[in-house]
């Protein structure tokens, strides 16, 4: 059973261009989480969906991102006119059920994003 | 304002010995309390959930303590070994399913 994946592992955009970000959760799971973190800090909750639909979202940035979550395929979290504030590791995360007490979130390895 | 600290230096610890890494809370009240592992370039990985309502939890060489009323929890890690040496993040789970995470701890086992 694979694990959660990411693509792709490295990212390198200009700034203005847009960056997108593809997270398959592990068999199974339909609810998928996107994290950041930058050097030195923890990781950030950005936003949580099912299969279609978007949950939380509270730790979004209001303006240039936006998640999805389709009935088929991956998670995609887009960033568009990225700017050197957007380089970070961003994660993706995926459970059963609606995590907490009763589920686990399994990680990716992530993607690195680089603006320069 | 809410808080979650973590040793904020990096730990040695003699191979062998064990280690205890701290997390503290303020203004949370949280209804469950996990710790996780990141190798560097890696996602975290899950180690140990403990509920509010336990005092604490075991895996193999890993014993948790909660202790909601001083609002921290140690992890402990007895006989460490120099393959335990990586980053170990606490995360609170607050009531709405949300986690939130501390910066983490980096912990170096020397041989």
């Known amino acids: 059973n694979a694990g959660v994946m990411q693509n792709p592992r490295h990212l390198v955009r200009r700034r203005g261009q847009e960056a997108r970000l593809r997270c398959s959760p592990m068999k199974g799971h339909s609810h998928v989480y996107w994290y950041r973190q930058l050097p030195e800090e923890g990781l950030k909750f950005m936003v949580y969906?099912?299969?279609?639909?978007?949950?939380?979202e509270s730790g979004m940035p209001k303006e240039r991102f936006s998640a999805e979550f389709p009935k088929e395929g991956p998670s995609i979290l887009r960033i568009q006119q990225v700017v050197r504030g957007d380089s970070a590791a961003y994660f993706c995360a995926s459970s059963q059920t609606s995590g907490g007490a009763s589920d686990t979130q399994y990680f990716g390895p992530g993607t690195r994003l680089t603006v320069l | 304002s809410q808080k979650i600290e973590q040793n904020s230096e990096a730990l040695n610890i003699q191979e062998g010995k064990t280690a205890t890494l701290t997390c503290n809370y303020t203004n949370y009240s949280p209804a469950y309390l996990q710790w996780y592992r990141q190798d560097p370039g890696r996602g975290p990985v899950f180690l140990l959930l403990i509920r509010e309502n336990e005092k604490e939890k075991r895996k193999e060489r890993l014993k948790v303590t909660f202790d909601t009323t001083l609002k921290q929890s140690l992890f402990h890690i007895t006989a460490s070994q120099p393959a335990d040496s990586a980053t170990y993040l606490c995360?609170?789970?607050?009531?709405?399913?949300?986690?939130?995470f501390g910066k983490g701890t980096r912990l170096h086992i020397l041989p």
């Open positions: 995360a609170l789970g607050v009531r709405d399913d949300k986690i939130i």
């Open positions: 969906l099912q299969k279609e639909n978007i949950i939380d």
